[in-house]
């Protein structure tokens, strides 16, 4: 009897190992189980390249594009102004205007320093003013002077004007206008009218009758 009880307590203790020993396989087959868990967590969303893209694009677009635009437009416009300058017509607005601010009949002009600014002789009740007229086409200043008797007589004969005379001599001879003045030539009053780049390329001084607003000679 006690060899049999032995036997089954063996028997029994051999058993207990048998089923710690498949509990202990158990435990360290379940760890690659619970290790594969966070693999199955979604990764974080790769970052959104194409909308940064859209994002840098625009910038450009909004920046570049506008200030280039805004670049052109006033370049253009800058050049444009400069090369549109016409020394024949600001000088007949000189005489205009000097003429209504005198309150007389213009019978000199001359170019200022070349700055695009004119001095014009007005006569005014047997009287003479100077009158200034800026680049802009404003008055800048005006001065009393004498009138020669010569030029007043000549002046109280002439049916041509002096914006009239330079108009028939751009005409003849092309270029720009410089300086006009009255001048007795022979015995005949004419509008000495100097033009610049004229057709032939030189200063022609082109005179023109006070009376008859023929062109009695062409010089240059």
């Known amino acids: 009897m006690r060899t049999s009880r032995t036997t089954t307590l063996a028997m029994t203790l051999a058993l207990g190992l048998t089923l710690t020993a498949c509990g202990g396989d158990e435990d360290p087959g379940a760890t690659p189980t619970a290790d594969a868990t966070p693999s199955a967590v979604p990764a974080p969303a790769p970052e959104d390249d194409e909308g940064t893209d859209d994002d840098s694009t625009g910038s450009e677009d909004a920046s570049g594009t506008d200030d280039a635009t805004g670049t052109d437009d006033g370049t253009a416009s800058a050049s444009g102004d400069a090369g549109s300058f016409d020394p024949t017509a600001s000088g007949l607005a000189a005489v205009e205007t000097a003429e209504a601010e005198a309150g007389g009949t213009a019978y000199a002009l001359d170019d200022e320093d070349g700055d695009g600014g004119w001095e014009v002789d007005v006569a005014v009740d047997g009287r003479s003013v100077e009158v200034t007229v800026g680049p802009d086409g404003t008055v800048v200043e005006t001065e009393d ?30 270029g720009a206008l410089d300086d006009v003045e009255l001048d007795d030539e022979d015995g005949t009053w004419v509008w000495d009218v100097s033009l610049d780049d004229t057709d032939n390329g030189n200063e022609v001084d082109v005179e023109v009758s006070t009376t008859t607003g023929e062109v009695v000679s062409s010089e240059g």
């Open 145 to 174: 002077d004498d009138l020669d008797e010569e030029d007043r007589a000549a002046l109280e004969a002439a049916t041509v004007t002096l914006a009239e005379a330079v108009e028939t001599a751009v005409a003849e001879v092309g």
